[in-house]
C-alpha cells in the first residue's frame, strides 16, 4: 500500500536490539557524529539507529532525539520566517495521531502569540503540541527557507 508506514512488532524490536552491532567504530574517518554525541552525553553503546544528511550547504543534520531534546531543539533555535518543522514519534501508541501523521509546523514569528502556525492558526497555542503523548523515540526534520 503507498503510503502505509511500517510499525515493528515487539518480538521484531527485541530481535533488531539482539542483533545490532557491538562494535561501533568510526571506519570512515568522519568524526561528525562522535562529535554531536560526546555534546550530548549520549552513549553509542544507547543507539539503535541513526538517521544522518547533509543540508544544501554542508550542514551536517541528525535526528536522534528524545520528545525532551526535540522541545528543547524547538524552543532554543533561532528560527527564521518560512522554516518548517516536520516530527513524529517512532515508539508511542500505533493509534495515535503523533505516531500515524506526525506534525508540520512553520514558523510565522511575532505574526501571532506562539510564532508557530498550522492548520490552526495558533499551532495548537503551543509550540510543541504532543508534550502529553506517550513515547520518547522522535524523528524531526527542518526545512530552512532562503534568507535575504
Not at 533488531?16 to 574517518?29: A, H, M, T, V, Y
Not at 525532551?68 to 516536520?86: M, R, S
Request: with cysteine; hydrophobic share 30%; charged share 25%.
Amino acid at each position: 500500500m503507498a503510503g502505509t508506514r511500517i510499525r515493528l512488532s515487539p518480538e521484531e524490536v527485541e530481535l533488531i536490539n539482539e542483533s545490532r552491532g557491538k562494535d561501533l567504530q568510526n571506519i570512515n574517518g568522519n568524526t561528525a557524529l562522535d562529535i554531536h554525541l560526546k555534546d550530548r552525553g549520549i552513549n553509542k553503546k544507547d543507539i539503535v539507529s541513526v538517521k544522518h544528511w547533509q543540508s544544501m550547504s554542508g550542514e551536517l543534520r541528525f535526528s536522534i532525539v528524545t520528545k525532551e531534546q526535540l522541545i528543547n531543539q524547538i524552543a532554543t533555535t533561532t528560527w527564521g520566517y518560512g522554516d518548517v518543522v516536520a516530527y513524529w514519534c517512532n515508539n508511542g501508541p500505533t493509534d495515535g495521531s503523533h505516531v500515524k501523521y506526525g506534525h508540520t509546523q512553520i514558523y510565522v514569528g511575532e505574526i501571532n502569540s506562539i510564532g508557530w502556525s498550522t492548520s490552526k492558526a495558533l499551532n495548537y497555542k503551543t509550540d510543541f503540541p504532543y508534550r502529553k503523548r506517550k513515547g520518547d523515540n522522535w524523528t524531526y526534520l527542518v526545512f530552512r527557507a532562503p534568507s535575504s
